[in-house]
């Protein structure tokens, strides 16, 4: 079992940054793939970044590239998503979600999942 809790959502001006945090406990977080997903009001899930175990390889979503950042510090069990040059249309509850494989694009292989925080990106 692994508990997630994600953290550092909130209200943003168009161009703005925000950091996202997500906590783990529970197993040894070094061994699961980590991901950031997103979904808005009346749209599928989406997936945003992918991070291996060792962080040494990392997928993004088209839509953030170049914007956004994925990190992990596995002593601290934590995982990041640096958010900047946000836009409204990134509005979402975003998530994150643990996984044993790495399959970019998709979050059909992740087995735990955090309650999401909420980013608003005001034009």
């Known amino acids: 079992q692994v508990v997630l809790v994600e953290s550092g959502g909130g209200l943003v001006q168009a161009g703005g940054s925000l950091r996202l945090s997500c906590a783990a406990s529970?197993?040894?977080?070094?061994?699961?793939?980590m991901g950031w997903f997103r979904q808005s009001p009346g749209k599928e899930r989406e997936f945003v970044a992918a991070?291996?175990?060792?962080?040494?390889?990392?997928y993004y979503a088209d839509s953030v590239k170049g914007r956004f950042t994925i990190s992990r510090d596995n002593a601290k069990n934590r995982l990041y998503l640096q958010m900047n040059s946000l836009k409204p249309e990134d509005t979402a509850v975003y998530y994150c979600?643990?996984?044993?494989?790495?399959?970019?694009?998709?979050?059909?292989?992740?087995?735990?999942w955090g309650q999401g925080t909420q980013v608003t990106v005001s034009s």
């Open positions: 979600a643990a996984s044993t494989v790495l399959v970019p694009g998709t979050g059909r292989t992740y087995d735990y």
């Open positions: 529970g197993r040894t977080f070094s061994n699961y793939v």
């Open positions: 991070i291996s175990g060792g962080g040494y390889n990392i």
